[in-house]
């Protein structure tokens, strides 16, 4: 069996519907994540907090030092579980979140968190580049509608069309109740 890890990708106070930028659904997501990460701690996974800051300014969201950064109480780290601050779309760009894992010997992530279509997406698909086995937990991820061309698309469709894309080609998409099972 191999040694699993759990990133807990972006689940701040930002997206809160109290935030700058709230998501569709996000207290279900945040809570499934919340399971999935007692889940861990019980069995001795380890958890990989990622949060994302915006440097000098670049935009009015996820802005170092105020709340909107901050991991949403719910999903907090636990003690010594690492928080790795990211300033870029992918965790594993200009991080140390692969050496981290594998550092705690990680062939396998979980993935849980935010934006399905941004954050989640460049995770899952540098994961797999990476060769980590990867499973990501559909309802313990979320997104919000997104608009191009004068066409909005909602965000059930957004997170529908990156989990199909998930599924298709980069790991196993299953639920929060089956991957606890």
Known sequence: MKKSGLIV????????????????AIEAAAGNAA??????????????????EFANGEAPVFVPGTDGVNIQPSVAPAGDEPVIVKNHINA???????????AQGVEEVIVVGAMSHMCIDAVVRAAVDMGYVTTILHDA??????????VTVPAAQVHA??????????GSVISTDKYLA
């Open 9 to 24: 990708v972006d689940l701040q106070n930002e997206y809160l519907p109290t935030g700058k930028l709230p998501l569709h």
């Open 161 to 170: 069309a990156a989990m199909a894309a998930f599924a298709f080609g980069y």
């Open 92 to 102: 594993f760009r200009e991080t140390d979140l692969k050496q981290q894992l594998d």
């Open 141 to 150: 991820c979320t997104t919000l509608d997104v608009e191009f061309d004068g």
């Open 35 to 52: 399971k999935v990460i007692a889940h861990a701690r019980e069995n001795g996974i380890p958890v990989f907090h990622i949060r994302h």
